[in-house]
């Protein structure tokens, strides 16, 4: 009701955030929390076991602490009592608390095949198989594998592994999305299909004290204008508390070229910029043997006469750091930097001239019309060293089916971090996740690699995992399966009068401490 009110007492009095969701959102069930836009407004509604602090640590969140079996197979967490769940006709009593057995249910019907969750895969090959989840009571909760995988409890942390009501759940059945029931610091209020969602505050949020009341605000108002033009507008208008996802065709009106905001806007308004996990590449399929990507000079040739400091510093108004190390972007502890940078066009010649290949066809690079500007500087620093290539625009949704299925050469990709593990990088390599089984769409196969892998999978010694991926960064570099292009960054442009607003490196819009300045 107070979201619905659009009288000016009501504005005056209550404290609603006003952003936008151009792309939509599909679901408010965490089992399909897979796109951006679903997981940024899921993380409002639901918590989990754990969760991550803005600097990516894992802290406690529902589960208060935690321990491991010596053989690092069986996580026993114990949980904070007094989480609640929102209140709901369904839940019989009205302060229906949290317990063990909710976590065995949320987690059991993630891996149910009925389910047909997009976080299905998280416990593929790890849980055992007879007893994965178990409520030793109902303030602890156990999972059991059937050999020990380290980044478990990043995993933990992902919108798929939030808590959600038995009883609501299969009251609602496929429509669980459309009456979501959580824990989290909002809860659910109305939702018009591709007009606006609304929350409202929960005033029993578990994580509010008498000395600091959680959240601030008292309701969240998501609209879903398509056009970021006409979004853009609106927030300049003072019809949007906050603004992200900039685009070629007016991001040179907000930022000047060094990536700073104009000042005709910094009166009104204030420039986030945040690391965000995200690596942007060009990937090779490594199984096409007609095209010239199979020939590993040629590969090379591409992947050093790239420009990628021009790439971010013409076309991207300085957003973005220049990929000059591995797979696994900055900001993880897998991080590892090249000795020389990767652009040198004299090098790049001299790996083309190794080829001996004589291109009759130009080679054709994939792309959607959202990446178009950076595909042409490629197509323009390959043109200098004797590459012709033709770029090929077409739908994103396309661009996904032809990449999984193998149809595609050379093509535009981005891998963003689904935990902050470098192990979620190097899945992009494993030879068994190979498309459309998994994130290998490069089709790339070597067998020290995958050994490494899996050694990755069972080590917790940080100094030992840190010289693993090191090794297995080295046999991505000599064999260039991608040609990096950069790593990105987050920009969020807020109102002044909003306070404390939150994005970690996974690009999650923390409001819980959000409030309007007085």
């Given amino acids: 009701m107070l979201i619905s009110c659009n009288s000016h007492e009501e504005k005056n009095t209550k404290s609603i ?32 076991l754990l969760q991550l602090d803005k600097d990516l640590n894992i802290v406690p969140s529902i589960a208060k602490s935690y321990s491991i079996s010596e ?50 895969w998280i416990f593929n090959g790890i849980i055992n198989k007879e007893k994965p989840f178990v409520s030793l009571n109902d303030s602890t909760f156990q999972i059991n594998l ?9 995993m933990l942390t992902m919108a798929y592994c939030y808590v959600v009501p038995q009883e609501v759940v299969e009251h609602y059945g496929a429509n669980f999305g459309k009456h979501p029931i959580g ?29 600091n009341s959680i959240p601030k605000l008292d309701a969240l108002s998501i609209s ?46 204030v420039l986030q910029k945040s690391p965000f996990l995200n690596t942007e590449y060009l990937a090779f399929n490594l199984e096409n043997k007609s095209s010239p990507v199979s020939n590993l000079n040629f590969r090379k040739a591409i992947h050093h006469c790239i420009d990628r400091e021009a790439m971010i510093t013409y076309l991207r108004n300085g957003v973005g ?10 900001g993880l502890p897998s991080y590892n930097k090249a000795q020389n940078k990767p652009y040198d066009q004299q090098l790049a010649r001299y790996y083309l001239k190794k080829t001996a290949i004589e291109q009759s066809t130009p080679l054709i690079l994939t792309t959607t019309r959202d990446y178009l500007d950076l595909c042409i500087l490629v197509q323009k620093n390959c043109a200098e060293i004797g590459i012709d ?32 593990d470098g192990e979620n990088y190097m899945a992009c390599f494993y030879g068994l996740n190979k ?36 090794r297995m960064e080295r046999i991505l570099g000599e064999n260039q399966p991608y040609a990096l292009l950069f790593y990105d960054e987050s920009i969020w442009i807020r109102n002044k009068k909003v306070s404390f607003i939150q994005v970690n490196a996974l690009n999650h819009l923390d409001l819980r401490e959000t409030e309007f300045l007085k």
């Fill in 146 to 154: 059937n050999k020990p995988f380290t980044p478990l409890l990043s």
């Fill in 435 to 470: 498309a459309p089984n998994g994130p290998n769409y490069t089709r790339f196969l070597n067998e020290d690699f995958d050994q490494l892998y899996m050694q990755l999978l069972s080590e917790t010694d940080h100094k030992k995992r840190t010289e693993l991926f090191t």
């Fill in 224 to 269: 879903f204008i398509q056009s970021k033009q006409t979004e853009l507008l609106e927030f300049t208008q003072g019809k949007l508390d906050l603004f992200t996802g900039l685009e070629s065709s007016f991001k040179d009106e907000i930022l000047t070229g060094t990536g700073d905001l104009k000042e005709k806007y910094t009166t009104q308004f």
């Fill in 321 to 330: 750091i220049p990929a000059e190390g591995g797979f696994s972007p900055k």
């Fill in 183 to 211: 824990t989290g610091p909002f809860q659910f209020a109305n939702w018009a299909d591709g007009i606006k969602l609304n929350l409202i505050k929960n005033d029993a949020y578990f994580e509010s004290t008498k000395d």
């Fill in 17 to 48: 955030l006003r952003f936008n969701s151009p792309t939509g959102i599909t679901s408010l069930d965490p089992a399909f929390a897979r796109t951006q836009e679903n997981i940024r407004t899921v993380n409002q509604l639901f918590n989990g």
């Fill in 389 to 420: 290539i033709k770029i090929d625009v077409i739908p994103s949704s396309l661009l996904k089916q032809q990449k999984s299925s193998g149809d595609l050469a050379f093509f535009r990709s981005s891998w963003i971090a689904d935990y902050p």
């Fill in 71 to 120: 053989d690092a197979k069986t996580y026993t967490f114990l949980l904070r009592k007094g989480v609640l769940f929102h209140n709901h006709p369904l839940l019989k009593d009205q302060k229906r608390e949290v317990n063990a057995s909710d976590f065995v249910y949320s987690f059991s019907r993630i891996i149910n095949p009925a389910t047909a969750s997009d976080g299905a």
